[in-house]
Every structure is written in C-alpha cells, then in structure tokens.
T-cell receptor
Framework: GAGVSQSPSNKVTEKGKDVELRCDPI?????LYWYRQSLGQGLEFLIY????????KSGLPSDRFSAERTGGSVSTLTIQRTQQEDSAVYLC?????????????FGPGTRLTVL | AQTVTQSQPEMSVQEAETVTLSCTYD???????LFWYKQPPSRQMILVIR??????QNATENRFSVNFQKAAKSFSLKISDSQLGDAAMYFC??????????????FGTGTRLQVTL
C-alpha cells in the first residue's frame, strides 16, 4: 500500500510568515510522529500522536510550533512567525503501535527554507 | 535522558568491501530497542536493522549485521559486500520501552557513507 506522504515537498517562506506542513500517515496507523532535521544534525523529536490520547508535545521548541491530527489520520504542523532557525527538513512518521516495538515508517519530508 | 553518539561524520568504502559504522549510546534503562536507519538523497528514512536489548544474539539482515555490546553501550553496523546503492546517511537510533516516555526515537547525528568503484 501507499507509504507516508508529506506536502509540500519544499517550502520557501519569508521570515515572519506562518507555514503549514501536512502529513498523511499509512492507513490504519494509529501513531504519528513529527521530527525536525536541521542541516548536519540528526533528527529531533517534536510531537507524538497516539489514537485519541492527548499528544506528547514535549519536543516542540517554542509556542510558535503547534500540530493537530484530525480524525486520527492526517496531521498538520503549523509554524507561526517563522524564523531563519526554523529552516530544516520536517519529517513525519507513522506506526501501527499495536505494541511499543512497532517500526516507524517515515515520509520523504518537507524542506522548509525561511529567508 | 538518552543520548546517541555517532563519532564518524563520514566514511568511505570500496564496492564489494566491508565497512563498519560506529554508534554508542547512553542510558540508565535495561530494556530498549536500537535501530539503524538509512537516508538516501530522497530524504526518506528507511529502516535497515533493529536490535532488542534483551537479545544477546546480534541482528542480521542480508548484508547488514550489528555488533551489539550492551555493557559497553555500543551498537555498530557492518555492511558486507558494499554496493553503490548503499551510499547514504546512516543514523543510529534508540527507543525506550518505558510506558509514558512516548515512543519517540532518539537519533545520532549520522554518518555519511560513500561507496567508490
């Protein structure tokens, strides 16, 4: 079946603008994660959704970042008043999470460039 | 908090040869999972191999195998018979099994592997 998809593939924006990044997880996967990959860095956890439970927002770097997941499927990561340090690749992953050891499947990411 | 360290920013291997990528981690937990992910230029992270900490036997997937040394907190990846398609960034990752810590992966900073003819 289809894998995790993300849109847009690339986004260029001006400092101070708001952006929305979209993630479509694999159908039936109850867990969804957002990670950020800055240039030359590993992936940094941002937020985790599991079913109808309250999301784990412990990785969000500031209150300019927020995410929602509608209907237990599609998720949107919103960055308000973007700053140049927000430039990075934003990766989404989903997992069946039937058990805690389920593999996370990643999308191709959105490359965000803030000018 | 757990940390994952990859001390080799770049590695190079000739086609058909063997290369080992290093990874160390720090944790106070006794049970956890370790992973190696591959990220080609397409950016999509692909799971290469995973190891359950409670298993003493090293995981193997075709040409990929790990050397898991739990006491030393070391988790290296060996790629045998390297192919041009193996060229990518490789990330080592840790996952806690403790309920409530989220199921997030903690990643190292990656090793860029070049494969030469």
């Amino acid at each position: 079946g289809a894998g995790v998809s993300q849109s847009p593939s690339n986004k260029v924006t001006e400092k101070g603008k708001d952006v929305e990044l979209r993630c479509d997880p694999i159908s039936g996967h109850t867990a969804l994660y957002w990670y950020r990959q800055s240039l030359g860095q590993g992936l940094e956890f941002l937020i985790y959704f599991q079913g109808n439970s309250a999301p784990d927002k412990s990785g969000l770097p500031s209150d300019r970042f927020s995410a929602e997941r509608t209907g237990g499927s599609v998720s949107t990561l919103t960055i308000q008043r973007t700053q140049q340090e927000d430039s990075a690749v934003y990766l989404c992953a989903s997992s069946p999470d039937r058990v805690v050891t389920d593999t996370q499947y990643f999308g191709p990411g959105t490359r965000l460039t803030v000018l | 908090a757990q940390t994952v360290t990859q001390s080799q920013p770049e590695m190079s291997v000739q086609e058909a040869e063997t290369v080992t990528l290093s990874c160390t981690y720090d944790t106070s937990e006794s049970d956890y999972y370790l992973f190696w992910y591959k990220q080609p230029p397409s950016r999509q992270m692909i799971l290469v191999i995973r190891q359950e900490a409670y298993k003493q036997q090293n995981a193997t997937e075709n040409r990929f195998s790990v050397n898991f040394q739990k006491a030393a907190k070391s988790f290296s990846l060996k790629i045998s018979d390297s192919q041009l398609g193996d060229a990518a960034m490789y990330f080592c990752a840790y996952r806690s099994l403790i309920t409530g810590t989220a199921s997030k992966l903690t990643f190292g900073t990656g090793t860029r592997l070049q494969v030469t003819l």
